[in-house]
């Protein structure tokens, strides 16, 4: 993948620590040659704590906006002049736009991660959602699964507090649970659709699920989604998928969320579905 630079291209980057292993310098500059945009997309390590001092680096060296992976996401919502109802819904920005000196913070994780539900013909609206895990990734799925009108959405976390506090706020639809055997036992037997939010199972993560025996209460024709991208097939996956299950991994999530960043960094309209699709073989699929 090249992209053509001359003296008017404008910058993109994507923040995090550790971010050397992201992918998404390789999605969006093939989007960007895909386009014929004038931008390069670029991967800035940047420490915990340091988020304000590179916004200001950022201002400075005139980039047009940045993406934010870990640590930085929640560390920027105050630093932003304007706020986008789901960054300011979930506490914290994964995409940020520099324009005529003032900043904007967006977030598409959780837009990205229902138009991939859609896609896969998994729609919530009106569905009981069991979801595992209470951390950054979860507080955006479960609030935009709760403001697109899902019925219900348990949270399981390990650190039952976490999930406590994450239903707090939208109390009406999201309650929080346990994340013990018998509570996902009980929980999956009258569960519409099912969503892995923790790191269990990721390539590089400590630790996996113990025990899987919970997939088998899941009514036959549940769908099971997993965030985790790498591997594209969990172990949750692959149990999910020999009982029977539909299963969707987190690739889509992750271009959609890309796509729609680069939407906003770029003003351009983008047809989301067909340049998904363009992009997956580029991560494997
Ligand atoms: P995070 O904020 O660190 O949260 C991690 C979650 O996993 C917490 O709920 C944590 O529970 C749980 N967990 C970790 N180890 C556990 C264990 N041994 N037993 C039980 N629970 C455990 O991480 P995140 O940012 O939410 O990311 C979570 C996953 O989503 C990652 O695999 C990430 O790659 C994926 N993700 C994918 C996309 C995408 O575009 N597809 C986007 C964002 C994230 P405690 O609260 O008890 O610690």
């Known amino acids: 993948m090249q992209v053509e630079l001359n003296n008017t291209t404008k910058k993109l980057c994507v923040i995090g620590d550790p971010v050397l292993h992201s992918k998404s310098p390789l999605i969006q500059n093939t989007m960007i040659q895909a386009l014929g945009l004038d931008y390069v997309y670029l991967c800035q390590p940047v420490r915990a704590g340091e988020a304000a001092r590179w916004l200001e680096c950022a201002r400075f060296a005139g980039y047009a906006g ?28 994964n995409t940020v736009c520099i324009k005529d000196e003032k900043v904007y913070g967006y977030n598409t994780d959780g837009r990205g991660f229902f138009q991939a539900l859609l896609d896969a013909g998994f729609d919530p609206r009106g569905r009981r959602v069991v979801l595992l895990g209470a951390g950054g990734a979860a507080k955006a799925v479960s609030l935009k699964l709760a403001q697109q009108g899902a019925a219900s959405v348990t949270i399981c976390n390990r650190t039952v507090e976490k999930a406590q506090a994450l239903c707090g706020k939208a109390p009406k639809i ?7 055997m018998d509570t996902l036992q009980a929980l999956a037997a009258s569960a519409d659709l099912l969503v892995n939010c923790t790191s269990l199972g990721m390539t590089g993560a400590k630790g996996q699920f113990d025990d899987l025996s919970f997939l088998e209460a899941l009514p036959a024709g549940v769908p099971v989604c997993d965030l985790i991208y790498a591997p594209l097939e969990t172990a949750l996956l692959a149990r999910a998928r020999e009982l029977g299950h539909s299963t969707l991994n987190g690739l889509s999530m992750l271009l959609y969320q890309a796509i729609f960043a680069l939407e906003h960094f770029t003003g351009v309209s983008i047809d989301a579905p067909a340049m998904a699709r363009r992009l997956a073989p580029l991560l494997g699929a």
């Open 66 to 93: 940045f993406n934010a992976t870990m640590p930085h996401k929640e560390d920027l919502l105050p630093l932003m002049d304007e706020l986008d109802e789901d960054a300011r819904l979930y506490g914290s920005v």
């Open 174 to 180: 999201l309650s929080p649970a346990g994340f013990d």
